[in-house]
Nanobody
Framework: VQLQASGGGLVQDGGSLRLSCAAS????????MGWFRQTPGKEREFVAA???????TYYADFVKGRFTISRDNANTVYLQMNSLKPDDTAVYYC??????????????????WGQGTLVTVSS
């Protein structure tokens, strides 16, 4: 599976962005997909994940109610980000894992990673 993230950019405090992650490979539908983010000097952190069927989603506490993860049947996963804050400024990465357990936020379990897309939220 190869992943290509896009949709980052500059947005004002309170604004919205939608990130996309296009996956290649016919087995995309079998993977749990996740979004992570990283700011300089900090560890990369979990943001959201969605199961292969799309029926279950998981979020970090700091994005609940503001971000929504979704996926379609065309090999794309999305992260709709609303009410953005300057603290959301980061490089956002999409990732795929074949592990379905409860450890949806464990980076080491994700087999494939996209290149990252930069989101900048100005105050």
């Amino acid at each position: 599976v190869q992943l290509q993230a896009s949709g980052g950019g500059l947005v004002q405090d309170g604004g919205s962005l939608r990130l996309s992650c296009a996956a290649s490979g016919r087995t995309f539908s079998r993977y749990r997909m996740g979004w992570f983010r990283q700011t300089p000097g900090k560890e990369r952190e979990f943001v959201a994940a969605i199961n292969p069927s799309g029926g279950s989603t998981y979020y970090a506490d700091f994005v609940k109610g503001r971000f929504t993860i979704s996926r379609d049947n065309a090999n794309t996963v999305y992260l709709q980000m609303n009410s953005l804050k300057p603290d959301d400024t980061a490089v956002y990465y999409c990732a795929a894992t074949s592990v379905y357990g409860s450890n949806y936020n464990v980076q080491a379990l994700y087999n494939y990673w996209g290149q990252g897309t930069l989101v900048t939220v100005s105050s």
